[in-house]
């Protein structure tokens, strides 16, 4: 008998009767963590480089959610690793498409408590001429409580792993049928950029987002250049330094003010870290320059931070700073304090800003009829649980 055989053995028992969710999942593993997962499966350290490049290949080249389509593994490995890992996706609940073609999945992720549906997210692809954009979350919830934001309404549940991060662009590209099998080729693909501008505060959730980033950068999985994947934060000023050393990928601030007293109430996190401490940090961030330009984000509010003299001060704080300007008009959503400003009056404040030399284009707001454009996304768990618990509560006994 192998080793690979009494390992199996050891742990078939225990694995026979598990649903196949409590499996631990190799989706998001580091190439690294996956050879080591291998290994404590049972599998001979001479062959783990070889059997994780196999695998690694059928999950993000060929999209691949059991062992059964990987045939370069012998059948009967194929079994004993079907009955030990799991790669399948996240449940999707619901898949919304916007009359302007943006596409918006709300995905549930499992339970920590058997027989409770598990937290949700929002994942949202963005169609654009010559490009596509795939923003993914990276917590169930957030800490931030921006006040423009509705994301910041709920309270954060918990981090996402690198697999539930990894897992929402695999769904996307389901989705999209962006696999080989699908008729698309790397040419042809539809996702052509991430940014992790979703749910949560990415650097908050550092670790994970990092091996996340790593996978999906990876050049013989998903392949992303890291020049085309985002990571938004609002500003948490010791991470951002480490998030350029490890990570790499192109920065974003979530900005949404020219002062701290303005900030101090959009973006309560400016307390701790106020702007001109975001700035330096900016201005030191690993790889900064004219072609690796920080994105500033700012959305615009109506008579909150919108005028002229707003734009003046805007284009002085980010002097020597490699930028460029994201002006997004607000998205309402239920409940919101804020209006979005006049058209007029961002056509104004991008004009300032544009005379300065900084490109600063105004996005154009997408998937508002699905609440799936910027600061609207929310998952209903919380909101449904509490409804049902009311639902219950009404219930005659006895």
């Known amino acids: 008998m192998t080793t690979l055989d009494i390992a199996h053995e050891k742990r078939e028992d225990a694995l026979a009767a598990a649903p196949r969710a409590l499996r631990?999942?190799?989706?998001?593993?580091?190439?690294?963590?996956?050879?080591?997962?291998?290994?404590?499966?049972?599998?001979?350290?001479?062959?783990?480089?070889?059997?994780?490049?196999?695998?690694?290949?059928?999950?993000?080249?060929?999209?691949?959610?059991?062992?059964?389509?990987?045939?370069?593994?012998?059948?009967?490995?194929?079994q004993k690793l079907e009955a030990a890992f799991d790669m399948s996706r996240l449940e999707i609940v619901t898949e919304q498409k916007s009359v302007d073609g943006t596409r918006k999945w709300l995905l549930r992720l499992p339970s920590a408590v058997p027989g409770v549906p598990g937290p949700e997210i929002e994942t949202v692809y963005i169609p654009e001429e010559g490009r596509g954009t795939l923003c993914v979350s990276s917590q169930v919830g957030c800490t931030l409580t921006c006040t423009f934001c509705h994301t910041g309404t709920q309270k954060l549940v918990r981090n996402l792993t690198a697999g539930e991060i990894v897992g929402q662009i695999l769904i996307a590209r389901d989705a999209l049928g962006e696999w080989p099998d699908g008729g698309r080729n790397s040419e042809d693909r539809l996702i052509t950029n991430i940014v992790l501008m979703g749910m949560g505060e990415p650097l908050y959730n550092f670790d994970n987002v990092r091996d996340a980033l790593e996978v999906v950068s990876d050049g013989e999985g998903?392949?992303?250049?890291?020049?085309?994947?985002?990571?938004?934060?609002?500003?948490?000023?010791?991470?951002?330094?480490?998030?350029?050393?490890?990570?790499?990928?192109?920065?974003?601030?979530?900005?949404?003010?020219?002062?701290?007293?303005?900030?101090?109430?959009?973006?309560?996190?400016?307390?701790?870290?106020?702007?001109e401490e975001l700035l330096e940090a900016c201005r030191n961030y690993p790889g900064v320059s004219n072609a690796r330009r920080i994105t500033f984000e700012y959305v615009m509010l109506k008579g909150v931070n919108d005028s002229l003299e707003d734009a003046k001060a805007l284009v002085r704080l980010l002097k020597h700073i490699p930028a460029k300007i994201n002006l997004i008009p607000f998205n309402p959503w239920p409940g919101s304090p804020y209006e979005c400003s006049d058209w007029e009056t961002i056509e104004k404040f991008a004009d300032v800003v544009n005379r300065a030399g900084y490109a600063s284009p105004v996005r154009t707001p997408r998937g508002r009829d699905i609440m799936a454009a910027c600061g609207q996304l929310k998952s209903d768990t919380v909101k449904k649980r509490a409804s049902e618990r009311f639902r219950e509560a009404a219930q005659p006994t006895g």
């Open 222 to 275: 998903l392949s992303l250049s890291k020049r085309r994947i985002t990571l938004s934060t609002s500003g948490v000023v010791p991470m951002i330094e480490k998030a350029g050393a490890e990570i790499g990928c192109m920065l974003a601030i979530s900005l949404h003010a020219v002062n701290d007293e303005t900030r101090n109430k959009l973006v309560p996190l400016n307390k701790k870290y106020p702007i």
């Open 24 to 78: 631990p999942s190799l989706v998001g593993l580091t190439r690294p963590q996956l050879m080591e997962a291998l290994g404590a499966f049972g599998l001979p350290e001479k062959q783990l480089r070889m059997r994780a490049g196999q695998i690694w290949n059928g999950i993000y080249n060929r999209g691949l959610t059991s062992f059964e389509g990987m045939t370069t593994l012998s059948k009967e490995l194929r």
